[in-house]
């Protein structure tokens, strides 16, 4: 979807997070708590149920956590997201019947998963005798057209963020990178390619949903569009380029992107790609150097900045880690979301003046 | 499509080339002209019409090019074959009357375009009419799931053909090597990874037309199906790592099929990515030097030859070009369809024993 999802009043979100709510899963409802707290009502976990969101991910406030679909209700809920992003998309069967019976009552079903929620007879039935509106943020565009290089014709500086891995805070980085360039009067845009970004900046193409040859085409596109209006396109990098399910999702899309710079983000604390043990994760100098070469041969982009995700650490391993991190790259490191991301944003600065000649 | 196509015959094709049937263009028709040229009828291409097969492309042998439909029903086509590959995969307006109206008079249709003809509407009423078959050749299988690393289990050695650019030889080298290997009595099996491919092939799967984030699922999948009961798996590579458009594809194919080694594909008259002339291509050191390092983080790969596809050069200069890119990469070099493959097959061989340990 690149238009704003069709709903005529925000909605008020159930957000379905069953046995996953936490600070490194959920990822959906965890984004749409901290960027737009006041679309959810609720969040259903029935492991959980009785806490808030703030005392389960340390933000979110007093949004409460409850066992049921009648507690969402009750709260306020006028939809159900679907707040999970599993391996693949598909919606686990157990939730299939809980989302059904939620459109049966009319609340509206958005989604982010792969397998498509309107397509589902059940759930589409229920949603059809209930009145309500079924939003699949990932479905694409239908007019997609391969990449030609456009996009370098737009005169936005483009920042890409790249990771270490899947899951890692290449979204959250940018969002709290435009959030302070937006703060210092700068005319940045954020260009959500996942569920997840489109649903806190309600337009954007899920490059991970849309067939293959067309990743660095929707790539391309978004950035275009996001950079009408912007001077600099922050995008929302995916998986990472040695990840062995996703990484053609990250190179298709910084070859149809084309960066002028990016910013590189990692979690201290992982060694190897989640759930693929087997693939460990290089140390980040030479993550730096893999990129600036994968970017090289289409256009030459330096890694300008890290973004580190110390979630995990306490606050001295984190301040050693940012430490650690720019001793190891000699680049400006920051958590943009623990800690003052100041730093970072002054390297976009410095980047983008100096990519104008100023 | 993973198993054969549902056809009860083996078809005679119509190969539908308007315009556009030439040594470098018409791949489709192409390959099943050189592999399959018993299952051709004839080619449909108005402008050469009246001249063979073996005329217009240098193989063939008889099969004529006519100027209609009807001359190629009366021909003996039960078929036709949609025989090119557009960017984007998108069938041109202008075909579509012609094959609605072969499918109307119940001949089959076969397509490799991204569009499925299943799908469209006057196509599909034309053959419901007609009694005919749509075969969508890219349609990918509903049950893909995403990599895992799984064909790392595979005791096959895995060889795949990567590219400095597209629709530069990568399935047809696989091809000659692939009956190379058998003709020396190994058990070497062709993997298909796109529509022309699978078209010859019977099986495979086109990973240029599944959701992005199974790119790699499609490429581990075809892999372990093609390494049942085979010593070399030779995958078909696509696009290139410095495509604007497909790269993507290529990387996900290079992760999820996890080769051994790999053979370089190159046509030693491109300067430039074709149709994207802001993307030179690379020296072949370069471009080798980027294959293994793109490789490296999962499981490290040798480039351990090149294939070179000569076919707009002079005999002479053919030779020149072999002997420059082998003093170049220091890797044995052939053109194998022009010339004797054996140099390459060697080097396959040797890779393999080496592996063995034998």
Not at 77 to 90: E, K, N, Q, S, Y
């Amino acid at each position: 979807m690149t238009a704003p999802p069709p709903s005529q009043h925000p909605p008020r979100f159930l957000a379905l997070a069953d046995g996953s709510f936490g600070p490194m899963s959920s990822k959906t409802a965890n984004a749409c708590l901290r960027y737009t707290p006041g679309r959810v009502a609720a969040v259903l976990d029935a492991a959980q149920a009785g806490r808030t969101a703030e005392r389960v991910l340390g933000f979110g406030g007093p949004v409460p956590v409850v066992a049921t679909l009648d507690e969402g209700i009750a709260l306020g809920a006028t939809a159900v997201l679907v707040g999970i992003a599993p391996p693949g998309g598909r919606l686990p069967d157990a939730w299939r019947a809980l989302v059904a019976r939620a459109a049966s009552l009319g609340l509206d079903v958005w989604s982010g998963l792969h397998t498509y929620l309107a397509d589902d007879p059940l759930i589409a039935e229920a949603a059809r005798a209930g009145g309500a509106t079924i939003v699949d943020l990932r479905r694409p565009p239908a007019d997609l057209v391969v990449a030609a290089g456009r996009v370098r014709e737009v005169d936005a500086t483009v920042v890409l963020t790249v990771g270490s891995d899947c899951n890692i805070g290449k979204m959250t980085a940018q969002l709290q990178l435009r959030d302070a360039l937006v703060a210092r009067g700068r005319r940045a845009a954020f260009a959500a390619t996942g569920q997840t970004g489109i649903l806190v900046e309600g337009r954007g193409i899920a490059v991970d949903a849309v067939v293959a040859d067309f990743i660095a085409g929707a790539a391309e596109r978004l950035t275009i569009e996001a950079s009408e209006g912007a001077d600099i396109v922050l995008v929302e990098g995916q998986g990472s380029i040695i990840h062995p399910s996703y990484s053609g999702v990250t190179y298709g899309l910084l070859h149809g992107s084309l960066p002028h710079a990016m910013v590189l983000c990692h979690q201290p604390s992982r060694r190897a790609i989640v759930n693929q043990s087997w693939v460990p994760l290089p140390p980040l100098p030479e993550l730096v150097a893999m990129h600036e070469a994968a970017a090289r041969p289409l256009r030459p982009a330096p890694v300008i900045a890290v973004a580190l995700n110390t979630v995990d650490l306490d606050d001295e391993a984190a301040r050693r880690a940012v430490a650690e991190a720019e001793d190891a790259t000699g680049l400006p490191t920051t958590d943009p979301v623990r800690f003052d991301p100041g730093t970072v944003v002054d390297a976009i600065e410095r980047f983008d003046a100096a990519r104008r000649g100023a």
